[in-house]
C-alpha cells in the first residue's frame, strides 16, 4: 500500500470527531435528495395513474376524426366486432365500449346540459374507477333499463337525490330526437369538480336502443396488463385497426396533464438544485477549515520531502473515501425511506383534501416513487458533490509554499 | 316616339321597384295561405343513415301554426307550437313542455337540416327583409333579400329565384353574415290543392363543410287549403291535449 493512502486512512480514523460531521453531513443530504425526489415523482405519478384510471383509460380508440370533430359523423362502426377481435391480443387485460354525448336533462326545478355516457357496467368496473367512486346508491348493471348513475355535483345542480326522476332530451346516432325519464340508481364522486358536475351514464343496452347507437360506440377503452406499455400496445393496435380509426395511449390523449406534470418536475428539480447548492457550500467551507487547520501538518510533510501530486492523491483520497461511506449510509436511509412511504404512504389529512381535488385525487394519501435507478442517479450525483466540494480546499491548501505552511497561524 | 320610349322606361322603373315587395307579397300569400291543413313526410339523409318522419302541420295565416309528430313510433305524440315567435315542444314520453328559447331556433329541428327557426319564422320574411328585385327572365324573379337593421334575423342575405307562373319559390339561398353561402332550399314540383298551387316537394342542401353529404326531404302528403281550423289549437294546452 503506498504510504498517502495509509497517511489518508490514518488521517480518517485518528480525527473521529471531523470525520463523524463530513459522514453525518453528507449522508443526511443523500438521504434527503433521495427522498425528496421519490416523494415528488411518486406525487406526480399518483396523479397521473389517477387522472388516468378514474375515466379516460390507458388506451382509446376512436374515430380519427372524433378528437377535433366528436360529431355523429365520426363513429366507430361495427365496433361489436372489433371488440371480439381485439380480444384475442393477450396483452390486453380488459375493454369497454363507450358512446359519449351531450343531453339537456331537467328535473322539477332545474335543466341542465350534461354528458350522458352508454357503458358497459361490468367491463367498466375492471378499466375505469367509475365503480370505486360510488357515494350513495348502487353502481350500474348489465340489466339495468332507464337507470342512471350521476355525478355528485350534478346532483346537486339538478337538486335530486337517489331514487328522483330526472328527465333528458338530446339527440340520437342518427340525429333523431331523444327524450325519456331516467331514475337515479347511484351518485359517484370521483373528487373531480369538472367531471362531476358533467358526467352521467346509463346501462349501453338501454342507452343503444334509444339513441339508435346499437353496434356503435365513440370511444372503445382498453387497459393492458401491463400499463408502463401502454404507448407500446398502443402502437401495436394501431396497425391491426381499420383506416379511418385511431388508437392513442394516455400520454397522447392526455399530453397536457403530462407536460403539466413534467413543468412541475423542472420547478421541483431547481427547488432542490437550490438546497444541493447550500449543502454544496456547507461542505465546502467546512473542509477548507479542516484542511486548515492541518496546514502545518501538510507544510511538514512537504518540508521532509512528499511531492505536491502526493498530498494531493492523499487529501483526495480521503475525500473519496469519506464521500463514499456517507453516500453509502445516506443512499440505505434513503431506500428506506422511499421504500417504507411507498408501501405506507403519506397521510396529509382532510384539510387538504380541497387542494387535493384540484390535482383530481380523490384521497390524500401520497406513496412515495420507489425506483431503484432514479436512487442510484441521486446516489452517484451526491458523490460527485461531495468529492467536487473537496476540490478547492485542497488545492488551496497544497498551493501554499512548506515554509509558509508551517508558519501558517 | 322617344317620348313614348321615356315614359314607357320611366313607368317600368316605377313597376321594378314597387314588384318585388308584391312579388314577395303574393309568394308568401301562396305559401301561407288563410289557413293550411297538412300532411307531411320527412326524409333525412346524412352520410350514413337515412330517416324518414311525418307529420300534421296545422297553420292560419303567418303566426299560428301547430304540428304532431305521427311516424316514428319513437317520436309520436311529440307536439309543437308556434304563436309569433315564440315556440314550444310537447314530449309526451317525458310529459314535459319546453320553450324553445331564442338562443335554440337555430339548431336543427328534429335532427333535420330545418331548424326551429325555419319553422317559427320562415313566414317573415315580407316584414323583416328589404327586397329588391335583382334581375328576371320569361320564367322567374330573383330577389334579393337583406335584413332589416331592427329585425332580428338570421341571415346576412337571402337570394330567392321565383316562379313567374306560379309566385311560388323555386330556389332560396341563404347566406350568413360573412356571405357565405349556407345552404339552399329547393322547392319541386308544384301541384294543385284545391284552388291552389303549392310546392309538394322541398329539399334543403347544406352547403358547409361540416354537413357534407347532409340532405332533407319534405313531401306534401295531403294539403287542404282554406278550411276553417279549430282555434283550441291554438293554445299551449293543445300541446297536451293534441298529443295523443
Known amino acids: 500500500m503506498k504510504p498517502y493512502i495509509v497517511i489518508a486512512l490514518k488521517n480518517i480514523t485518528n480525527n473521529k470527531a471531523r470525520t463523524i460531521v463530513t459522514i453525518l453531513l453528507s449522508s443526511l443530504s443523500t438521504a434527503i435528495l433521495i427522498f425528496s425526489t421519490a416523494f415528488m415523482d411518486g406525487q406526480h405519478k399518483i396523479m397521473l395513474k389517477n387522472a388516468v384510471e378514474l375515466y379516460p383509460g390507458y388506451i382509446q380508440i376512436t374515430h380519427k376524426d372524433f378528437r377535433d370533430n366528436p360529431s355523429f359523423d365520426n363513429l366507430i362502426e361495427n365496433s361489436n366486432k372489433l371488440v371480439t377481435t381485439l380480444k384475442k391480443n393477450k396483452k390486453i387485460a380488459s375493454i369497454s365500449q363507450r358512446f359519449e354525448t351531450f343531453v339537456l336533462f331537467s328535473s322539477d326545478t332545474k335543466s341542465v346540459g350534461a354528458m350522458i355516457a352508454g357503458i358497459e357496467p361490468k367491463n367498466e368496473k375492471i378499466t375505469s374507477k367509475l365503480e370505486k367512486s360510488l357515494l350513495k346508491g348502487e353502481y350500474l348493471d348489465e340489466k339495468d333499463k332507464n337507470l342512471v348513475y350521476i355525478g355528485a ?68 377503452i382498453i387497459k393492458p396488463k401491463d400499463i408502463e406499455n401502454a404507448q407500446f400496445l398502443s402502437d ?44 454544496f457550500f456547507v461542505i465546502l467551507i467546512y473542509t477548507l477549515l479542516s484542511v486548515y487547520s492541518r496546514i502545518k501538518e501538510i507544510g511538514i510533510l512537504r518540508a521532509i520531502g512528499t511531492k505536491k501530486e502526493e498530498i494531493f492523491s492523499m487529501l483526495l483520497f480521503e475525500s473519496v473515501v469519506l464521500s463514499f461511506i456517507s453516500v453509502f449510509i445516506g443512499g440505505i436511509i434513503g431506500v428506506i425511506l422511499a421504500y417504507y412511504f411507498n408501501i405506507n404512504p403519506i397521510e396529509l389529512g382532510a384539510e387538504f383534501e380541497e387542494q387535493f381535488k384540484q390535482y383530481g385525487l380523490a384521497s390524500t394519501a401520497l406513496p412515495t416513487d420507489f425506483n431503484l435507478l432514479n436512487i442510484l442517479r441521486d446516489m452517484i450525483i451526491m458523490f460527485i458533490l461531495c468529492v467536487g466540494s473537496t476540490l478547492y480546499p485542497i488545492v488551496k491548501v497544497n498551493s501554499f509554499k512548506p515554509i509558509e505552511a508551517i508558519n501558517h497561524v | ?74 317520436d309520436e305524440g311529440i307536439t309543437f307550437l308556434k304563436l309569433d315567435n315564440i315556440m314550444w315542444q310537447y314530449v309526451p314520453k317525458i310529459e314535459r313542455i319546453i320553450k324553445i328559447p331564442a338562443s335554440m331556433m337555430l339548431q336543427s329541428w328534429m ?8 319553422l317559427a319564422r320562415e313566414s317573415s320574411i315580407a316584414d323583416d327583409y328589404y327586397q329588391k328585385l335583382l334581375s328576371q327572365d320569361d320564367n322567374s324573379y330573383i330577389l334579393e333579400l337583406l335584413p332589416k337593421e331592427e329585425s332580428t334575423v338570421v341571415w346576412g342575405k337571402v337570394i330567392m329565384n321565383i316562379s313567374k307562373q306560379y309566385y311560388l319559390p323555386v330556389k332560396v339561398d341563404y347566406y350568413d353574415e360573412d356571405g357565405e353561402l349556407i345552404r339552399i332550399l329547393y322547392y319541386k314540383n308544384i301541384k294543385q290543392y284545391g284552388k291552389r298551387f303549392y310546392p309538394s316537394y322541398w329539399e334543403m342542401i347544406p352547403q358547409t363543410e361540416d354537413k357534407k353529404g347532409r340532405k332533407t326531404i319534405m313531401t306534401v302528403d295531403s294539403a287542404i287549403f282554406d278550411k276553417e281550423i279549430k282555434s283550441s289549437y291554438f293554445t299551449k294546452r293543445a300541446l297536451k291535449r293534441y298529443s295523443k
Open chain 1, 153 to 220: 355535483e350534478l346532483a346537486t345542480k339538478l337538486k335530486v337525490k337517489v331514487g328522483d326522476t330526472i328527465s333528458f332530451i338530446g339527440t340520437g346516432a342518427d340525429y333523431s330526437f331523444c327524450a325519456d325519464n331516467l331514475i337515479i340508481k347511484g351518485i359517484f364522486q370521483t373528487g373531480l369538480f369538472e367531471f362531476d358536475s358533467t358526467s352521467s351514464f346509463v346501462n349501453k343496452k338501454y342507452f343503444d336502443e334509444l339513441f339508435v347507437s346499437e353496434n356503435l360506440s365513440t370511444h372503445i
Open chain 1, 236 to 279: 401495436e393496435i394501431s396497425k391491426t385497426l381499420p383506416k379511418d380509426l385511431d388508437s392513442q395511449s394516455w400520454k397522447e390523449f392526455m399530453g397536457s396533464l403530462v407536460e403539466a406534470m413534467e413543468l412541475d418536475s423542472i420547478f421541483g428539480y431547481i427547488t432542490i438544485g437550490i438546497f444541493f447548492i447550500v449543502i
Open chain 2, 1 to 74: 316616339m322617344f317620348r313614348y320610349i321615356t315614359l314607357l322606361m320611366v313607368t317600368s322603373i316605377f313597376l321594378w321597384a314597387s314588384s318585388a315587395e308584391d312579388i314577395i307579397k303574393k309568394v308568401e300569400d301562396n305559401l301561407n295561405g288563410k289557413s293550411i291543413d297538412m300532411k307531411i313526410s320527412m326524409i333525412v339523409y346524412t352520410q350514413k343513415t337515412k330517416r324518414t318522419m311525418k307529420l300534421q302541420s296545422l297553420s292560419v295565416g303567418k303566426t299560428k301554426s301547430f304540428m304532431k309528430v305521427l311516424y316514428p313510433k319513437k
Open chain 2, 111 to 118: 335532427g333535420s337540416d330545418f331548424s326551429n327557426d325555419d
